[in-house]
């Protein structure tokens, strides 16, 4: 049965930045499919853990500062060790922070590559040799619409670059390992209602863009990029790799 595809039942699934918005929610859409799930980030709050408490067969939490350059080894050391295999792997930590680029400082601008971008990269380094020797497995990065478009009013620049850098990443590796059985691609979130946007929701020089530049009127909502991350994470996407799924309410199509 195709809704078969779906089901994620002996799999494990790593995600960073999976304690809260976007990762809590592909987290918790994963779990429900069957998956182990381990997630890691800075802490675990008591809301995620109530959410990941209620999942079948379980979760595990990872802290991990990702900024650090051994941090991606040590947490996929400490994932096999704890479940002996990662089948899925999803890079969902993140940051944004906004600026003019004239006076933008040097130390911001390496902080978002460091989070954004180094640490996507090391982690999908890290699982490659362990995935390999398993015989196959699934890497989903989250993107972003703003490494496709330069959205506005806001000025992000070292965002949107490092979202871009993201989605050619996902391209470039989905080529190199697709012989080996390892499906590599990515979602990309429009405005979603998570506390990385929600300062932006309330300003009132920005929302009034948002809504008026996304065709559907309203911003998303995490569960509704954890459904695609589902079909991503699943055999019922077994064809597909090296694709930036968009999911922007139509952000990208004005």
């Known amino acids: 049965m195709i809704l078969d595809r779906f089901k994620l039942e002996s799999k494990t699934a790593l995600i960073t930045g999976g304690t809260r918005g976007i990762g809590l929610a592909i987290a918790q859409a994963l779990g429900e499919a069957g998956a182990h799930v381990i997630v890691s980030g800075r802490t675990l709050g008591k809301e995620a853990e109530k959410i990941l408490s209620k999942l079948k067969p379980g979760f595990d939490f990872i802290p991990a500062e990702l900024e650090d350059v051994k941090a991606a080894d040590a947490l996929v050391a400490q994932a096999l060790a704890k479940a002996g295999r990662i089948d899925i792997l999803v890079n969902s930590a993140g940051i944004a922070i906004h ?85 590599v691609n990515a979602v990309a979130p429009g405005y979603i209602e998570t506390d990385l946007s929600r300062g932006g929701i309330a300003n009132p020089e920005w929302f009034p863009t948002w809504r008026q530049m996304t065709p559907m009127g309203r911003v998303g909502q995490p569960e509704e990029v954890a459904a695609a991350a589902l079909f991503l994470c699943s055999d019922a996407s077994s064809y597909i790799t090296g694709e930036v799924l968009v999911i922007d309410g139509g952000y990208t199509t004005r």
């Open 99 to 183: 600026g003019d680029s004239a006076d933008y400082p040097e130390e911001t601008w390496r902080r978002i590559m460091a989070v954004n971008v180094d640490a996507v990269f090391r982690c999908c380094r890290a699982v490659l040799p362990p995935m390999r020797k398993q015989g196959g497995g699934v890497i989903l990065n989250v993107g972003s619409m703003s490494g496709i478009v330069s959205n506005i009013p806001q000025n992000q620049v070292a965002y949107n670059s490092s979202k871009a850098a993201v989605h050619m990443m996902t391209k470039s590796l989905a080529s190199e390992v697709a012989a080996e059985n390892i499906r």
